[in-house]
C-alpha cells in the first residue's frame, strides 16, 4: 500500500461524493421541503446521460452534449412534477414510492424504445482523455479531476443559491417549516417546480459526467439512488450541507474500503480471503457507516427540522 | 365603508371534530381588534381559518372585498395579511436578518413602508443579534422577530395570536408599547391575548369565542363596564 494508492483512492472518492452530492442536493430537497420520497429522481440521472451521449455524438462536442442535458432534463424534471408528482404530495409515503417506483419502470422502458437495450456510448471529450502528473511521479486521470472540480463548482454555486439568495432562504424556510412559509407568502407550487428542475439539471450533471466513466445504459440511475438515500438520511433530511457532508463520507469510505479493505487484510488472512472478504466487509461499509451515524445522530448529521 | 376584514357563519374543523360554529368578526381598516376566550374555545382555529391553513367548511371570509375561501395560504398573506402565529414560529435555520428579508414586500405600495432598519429601531435587540440563527433567540427576541417578520412584509391586517404569551412582565409591556404605536401608526390588527386590560386599553373593539361561537362582541368601553363577562367567559 503505497502513499500514491492511498491519495488516488482518496481523490477517486471526493470524485464519486462530489457526483453522488449532485443527486443527493436535489433529492434531499425534494424530500426535506415537499415530504416526497421521488424514487424517480434516478431516472433523470439516467435521461441526463443519454441525452449528453445523444448531443454528443450528432455534434462532436462534449460540453454541448452536456448544456443540452441540463436544459432538457430540468424541462422533463419540471414536466414530471407539474403533471404526476405534484399530485402525490399529499399522498403518504408508501403511495410515493409505489407511483415513483412505477415512472422508474415506465422510464426505462421508454429509454429502451427509444435507445435499445445495448448501453451508450459516451467518451470523455478528448482535451481530457489522458492523465495528468499532479505532482512529480503521481498522475491522475484528467477527466476525474475535471469531475472534482465541476462537482466543487456546483457546489459553490449551490450553497450561493441556498445561503446568499431569497429564493434559497424561502427554500430553507421551507424545509423547516412549510406552512409557515406559506402563511409568509412563499409561492410554495412555484418554488416546488423550480427545486424540481433544479433537482433535474443537478442529476443531468452527474449522469453527463459519470456516464464516461460508469456506463449509460437502462437501470443506470437504480444503484446510484440507492447511495444517494443513504447520503441524504446521513446527512439529515432537507439539508444541503448534510447531503454534501454526507456525500462526500460515503464516496470515501465506500472507494476507499473496497479498494484498501482487501489490500489491509491481506496481510491478515491471506489473499484469497481477504479478497473475498474484504470486498463483501466493502460493500456494506456505507450501510454500517449509516447505522452508526444514526445510532449517535437518528436525525441524521445537520437535521433542517429540529 | 365595507370592512377590511369580514367574517361570516365561519365553521371549521379537525377531520370529523367540529370546533368553530358559525363565527362572525368584522375588522375596519385602521382599527384594533380583540379575539378573547378561554384555552380551547377556537381563537387560533378562527385564525388558521382566515390564513386559509385550515379550510372552511361553511361561512364567508372576506378581505378587502375579495373572497378568502378556498384560496392557498400563500395567495392570502400576498394580498395583505400578515400572522404573528402561536409559539412565535421563527425559522430556526435562518438568520434574524433573513427571516425579516426573505419575506418583505410592499405589494400595497405603502407610502412609508417598513424596512430592516425600521424594524431594527422598534426591536434593537435584533439588530445586535442580526447574524445569529433564530433558533438561538431568547423567547423575547423570538417575538420580537416574529413581528417585525409579519411588519416586513408591509401587511394590512396583522394578526397576533398570543404574542406576550410566556415573557417576562417587562417585555410584555414592551410588546403592548409596540402594538400601540404601531396602531398610532394605522396598522389594522386582530390582537389575540390572555391579558383583558392590556387588550382593553388597546383595542377599539372585542370579541368574545364560547366553544367554537361568539358569545359576546362590543367595545372596549362595554367590556371594561362589565365585569361579569369577564368571569363568565374569559375565567379572570
Ligand atoms: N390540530 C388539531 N387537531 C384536533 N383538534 C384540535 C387541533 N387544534 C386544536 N384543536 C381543538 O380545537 C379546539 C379549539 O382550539 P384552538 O387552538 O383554536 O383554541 P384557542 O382558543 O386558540 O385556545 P388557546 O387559548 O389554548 O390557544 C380545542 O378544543 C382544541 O382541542
Ligand atoms: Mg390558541
Redesign the interface.
Known amino acids: 500500500m503505497t502513499p500514491t494508492l492511498i491519495v488516488a483512492q482518496i481523490l477517486n472518492g471526493v470524485q464519486l461524493g462530489l457526483m453522488l452530492f449532485l443527486l443527493a442536493a436535489g433529492l434531499t430537497l425534494i424530500f426535506g421541503i415537499m415530504d416526497m420520497i421521488n424514487l424517480a429522481h434516478g431516472s433523470l440521472y439516467m435521461i441526463g446521460a443519454y441525452l449528453t451521449a445523444t448531443v454528443t455524438s450528432a455534434t462532436g462536442s462534449f460540453f454541448l452534449g452536456v448544456g443540452a442535458a441540463i436544459i432538457g432534463t430540468a424541462l422533463i424534471g419540471m414536466a414530471l412534477e407539474m403533471s404526476v408528482l405534484r399530485q402525490l404530495y399529499k399522498r403518504d409515503h408508501l403511495s410515493q414510492v409505489l407511483a415513483t417506483f412505477g415512472i422508474i419502470l415506465i422510464v426505462n422502458e421508454i429509454v429502451r424504445m427509444i435507445w435499445g437495450a445495448q448501453p451508450v456510448l459516451l467518451n470523455a471529450p478528448e482535451v481530457l482523455s489522458g492523465p495528468v502528473e499532479i505532482v512529480p511521479g503521481f498522475r491522475y486521470p484528467a477527466f476525474r479531476l475535471f469531475l472534482i472540480g465541476v462537482g466543487i463548482a456546483v457546489a459553490l454555486l449551490l450553497f450561493f443559491i441556498v445561503n446568499r439568495t431569497?429564493v434559497g432562504?424561502?427554500v430553507?424556510?421551507g424545509?423547516?417549516?412549510r406552512?409557515?412559509?406559506?402563511?409568509?407568502?412563499?409561492?410554495?407550487?412555484l418554488l416546488f417546480t423550480l427545486i424540481f428542475g433544479l433537482g433535474a439539471a443537478l442529476c443531468a450533471v452527474a449522469g453527463a459526467l459519470l456516464g464516461p466513466i460508469l456506463s449509460v445504459q437502462v437501470g443506470m440511475g437504480e444503484s446510484i439512488l440507492i447511495l444517494a438515500f443513504v447520503v441524504i438520511v446521513i446527512g439529515g433530511i432537507g439539508s444541503i450541507k448534510g447531503a454534501l457532508i454526507g456525500a462526500l463520507l460515503v464516496g470515501i469510505v465506500d472507494t476507499a474500503g473496497r479498494a484498501l479493505l482487501p489490500l489491509i487484510l491481506r496481510d491478515l488472512l491471506g489473499r484469497d480471503a481477504a479478497t473475498n472478504i474484504g470486498g463483501a466487509l466493502a460493500s456494506v461499509l456505507i450501510y454500517l457507516l449509516m447505522a452508526l451515524v444514526l445510532f449517535w445522530k437518528p436525525e441524521g448529521l445537520f437535521p433542517?427540522r429540529? | 365603508m365595507t370592512a377590511l376584514l369580514e367574517v361570516r357563519g365561519l365553521e371549521a374543523a379537525y377531520g370529523a371534530s367540529q370546533v368553530l360554529f358559525g363565527v362572525d368578526l368584522s375588522i375596519d381598516s385602521g382599527q384594533v381588534v380583540g379575539l378573547l376566550g378561554r384555552n380551547g374555545m377556537g381563537k387560533t382555529t378562527t385564525i388558521r381559518t382566515i390564513l386559509g391553513l385550515l379550510p372552511a367548511r361553511g361561512g364567508e371570509i372576506r378581505f378587502c372585498g375579495d373572497r378568502l375561501n378556498g384560496k392557498p395560504p400563500e395567495s392570502i398573506a400576498r394580498m395583505g395579511v400578515a400572522v404573528v402565529p402561536e409559539g412565535r414560529q421563527i425559522f430556526p435555520n435562518l438568520t434574524v436578518r433573513e427571516n425579516l428579508i426573505a419575506f418583505a414586500a410592499n405589494r400595497a405600495a405603502v407610502p412609508d413602508p417598513w424596512t430592516l432598519d425600521k424594524v431594527y429601531a422598534l426591536f434593537p435587540p435584533l439588530a445586535a443579534r442580526e447574524r445569529n440563527l433564530g433558533s438561538r433567540l431568547s423567547g423575547g427576541e423570538q417575538q420580537m422577530l416574529a413581528i417585525g417578520r409579519a411588519l416586513m412584509t408591509n401587511p394590512q391586517l396583522l394578526i397576533l395570536d398570543e404574542a406576550t404569551e410566556g415573557l417576562a412582565p417587562l417585555l410584555r409591556e414592551e410588546i403592548w408599547r409596540c402594538l400601540s404605536r404601531l396602531k398610532a401608526a394605522g396598522q389594522t390588527i386582530l390582537v389575540v391575548d390572555k391579558y383583558v386590560e392590556r387588550l382593553i386599553a388597546l383595542a377599539d373593539a372585542h370579541t368574545i369565542l364560547v366553544r367554537g361561537q361568539v358569545a359576546w362582541r362590543g367595545s372596549s368601553e362595554a367590556l371594561s363596564a362589565d365585569r361579569t363577562l369577564w368571569s363568565r367567559y374569559l375565567g379572570v
Not at chain 1, 406559506?182 to 407550487?189: L, S, T
Open positions: 431569497r432562504m424561502w430553507r424556510a424545509a423547516s417549516n406552512e409557515m412559509a406559506q402563511a409568509m407568502g412563499v409561492r410554495i407550487k433542517a429540529s
